[in-house]
């Protein structure tokens, strides 16, 4: 290493003319290659080429630019060393096929949200978001500070895969229905898509919960395959179109507080991979996982603005009732779930205690700023 240090001063410094003769000696050895070729060992030098599947359209703001993006900072950052190429679903497997394609190790990576996983993993869905819960800062801060991304790596564990938080939407909206929520009665019988616990919310409320991939919902919408759907917020929806087949546009996003999404990576690959590329691709998501969320901050507001202003939508609060009865129902499910299965308590009791404690703080900081900005 010393070479590579007097090497490189060669190259980017004019050397003093008085250099001392040990020096110029120690230089002649180094080439004009030298740099490289006396850095590098073989496994530091081998070529990575993965590839990796998301649940996402290819390309698909927010959501389907996240692996994009990671991959173009990877291969970045490593000098061309890692090429990761991106498939949207579909493409090699479908949207709900990609834990279990980087699980087998069928595909080194992929990108998706954890709450698709709930038949499997039913503690993975804490990893994405559950009603009433963190807020995006607050799941970066217990994912990252707060002993979150220990438990979740403990929880894929068993399916031979490595997580790393790589994006969240912010805030979601409740999302698109042809008729009006005045209370409770309006929810008995309405067939939605809604993934994760705010699904069984729904259910418990009278409605029929669906889960469907986000490139199907639109078809599904306007034939009437189901009455109302949620997704991500404005900048998505506007992008699906779900203003041309439905009237109103509900919030706050009670079931989706802010959704982080997920890097998977097979253990097996990631375990062959040298440490700075481990390093550059943890590196890569926690930028990309920051990046997406100002992407959301950023859009979200000027398209709520074209789907209302150019487009006529009708943009509806929830009634209070009904938000509170979700909430009770939401708070009953969470607590029974975490009676029933040991792994989920464990992460439920980490992400409650956190959620407390951080909502104390809040009511006197974000919470009390906003509303004193409001005012
Ligand atoms: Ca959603």
Known sequence: MAGYGLCKIRKNMKMNKYISLAVLLLLAGCGQSGIEEGANTSLEQKQYNWRLVTAWPKNYPGLGMAPERIADLVEEMSNGQMKITVYGAGEQVPAFGVFDAVSSGSHQMGHSGGYFWKGKVP???????????????????????????????????????????????????????????????????????????????LKRAGGIPVTLPGGELFTALQTGVIDATEWVGPYNDLTFGFQQTAKYYYYPGWHEPGSMLELLINKDAWDTLPKHLQVIIETASKAVNQDI???????????????????????????????????????????????????????????????????????????????????
């Not at 799941?139 to 790393?164: D, H, K, S």
């Not at 000027?302 to 487009?311: F, M």
């Not at 009791?349 to 407390?356: A, P, R």
């Open 123 to 201: 503690a993975a869905q804490f990893f994405t978001g559950v009603p009433f819960g963190l807020t995006a800062d607050e799941i970066n801060a217990w994912t990252n500070r707060g002993g979150g991304l220990e438990l979740w790596r403990e929880i894929y564990e068993p399916f031979n895969i490595y997580p790393i938080p790589a994006g969240n939407t912010g805030t979601q909206m409740f999302g698109w229905f042809n008729k009006e929520i005045n209370s409770l009665e309006d929810i008995k019988g309405l067939k939605m898509r809604i993934p994760g616990i705010g699904g069984e919310v």
């Open 293 to 375: 969320l100002d992407e959301y901050t950023a859009r979200n507001n000027k398209a709520l603005r074209e789907l209302v202003d150019v487009h006529g939508v009708e943009l509806r609060r929830l009634p209070d009732d009904v938000i509170t009865e979700f909430k009770i129902i939401a708070n009953d499910i969470l607590e029974e779930n975490a009676a029933e299965d040991e792994t989920v308590n464990k992460v439920y009791q980490s992400y409650l205690k956190f959620k407390n404690e951080v909502s104390e703080y809040h009511k006197v900081s974000e919470d009390a700023f906003v509303e004193a900005r409001s005012n």
